[in-house]
């Protein structure tokens, strides 16, 4: 064989050498590529990891992100501190995003699983029901839930927190009276707001100094008042169905109130309750 010839075989083997190579290198690279891919769709995250995200987007901005990955991680909470976590972090998340209504169902689904179990939960919980009722304008009912927030707190910051959260609901209000109050029994001057809480005070009148009262007076939830009975003709009821052997009641030693799911804006007049009346008696009696 010429030396052209075994040069060119040569370098004809190294080729084929390369490319066999090369394809194995390539067909490796597919393949362990594809397998990698394969496990890491299998390997799912566990519920902290999914709130760690979720927080990473929440302080990003990127809020819509945050609520998709806490409604998806719904399934990884297998006790009730986990439930409580995510619905409380979720609730934060949709107040975020200016849905409050929404967030008032996470704090209370939250408040009702963490309730008697762990205060730090269920402070939390209350006191982001609690905002997030003020946020809907139902400020009654959120400060009931700050008051309720005050008796709950672990730490002094946390009945402070509360304390400035009645004071500025009580400005919101117009009640500065009550926000001078409020703003005596915070014990930090320096937490945030306060300052804030201050001027606003100052700035719609002169602010007396807190008095020994101030600090001392207790402070309780809203006492309720003897509702007014309406009487069954006045909202034009039905006759009663009986049916089985209803038995005579004795004196009565305990009263249930039962409620609607309705939203807690109720009626604004007589005639639009007595008719909202008229239609739960008709749906339990004919539908």
């Known amino acids: ?63 819509e992100t945050a609520h998709r990955i806490l409604v998806d991680a719904r399934p990884l909470a297998a006790t009730d501190e986990e439930r409580v976590r995510l619905a409380i972090l979720t609730g934060d998340c949709l107040g975020e995003m200016g849905q409050h209504a929404a967030a008032s169902d996470e704090y209370f689904r939250a408040r009702s699983l ?16 609690a905002r997030s009722r ?40 117009g009640d500065l009276e009550a926000a001078r109050r409020y703003l005596a029994r915070i014990e930090d001057d320096r937490l945030l707001g306060v300052s804030e809480l201050r001027s606003k005070i100052a700035g719609a009148a002169p602010v007396a ?43 009565p030693w305990r009263i249930t109130v039962h409620h609607s799911a309705e939203p807690e804006r109720g009626p604004a007049a007589f005639a639009q309750a007595a008719d909202q009346m008229r239609r739960f008696q008709k749906f339990h009696q004919d539908d």
């Open 1 to 63: 064989m010429s030396n052209r010839r075994r040069v060119g075989a040569a370098n004809g083997s190294r080729a084929i050498r390369r490319f066999t190579i090369g394809s194995l290198i390539l067909l490796f690279t597919v393949f362990g590529g594809t397998s990698g891919c394969a496990g890491s769709e299998r390997e799912d995250p566990g519920l902290e990891s999914r709130l760690a995200l979720a927080r990473q987007q929440m302080a990003g901005r990127q809020l």
């Open 114 to 129: 963490a309730e008697n179990e762990d205060a730090e939960l269920t402070y939390r919980a209350t006191i982001g029901l």
């Open 134 to 173: 003020i946020a809907e304008g139902q400020r009654d009912s959120g400060e009931r839930h700050l008051l309720e927030a005050v008796s709950l707190a672990v730490t002094a910051e946390q009945r402070d927190r509360a304390y400035l959260d009645l004071g500025r609901s009580s400005v919101g209000r």
């Open 209 to 251: 100094a807190p008095s020994a009262a101030d600090r001392d007076e207790p402070i309780r939830l809203p006492s309720v008042l003897q509702p007014e009975i309406i009487e069954r003709a006045r909202w034009g009821a039905r006759p009663i169905r009986s049916s089985g052997r209803p038995e005579a009641m004795e004196k």
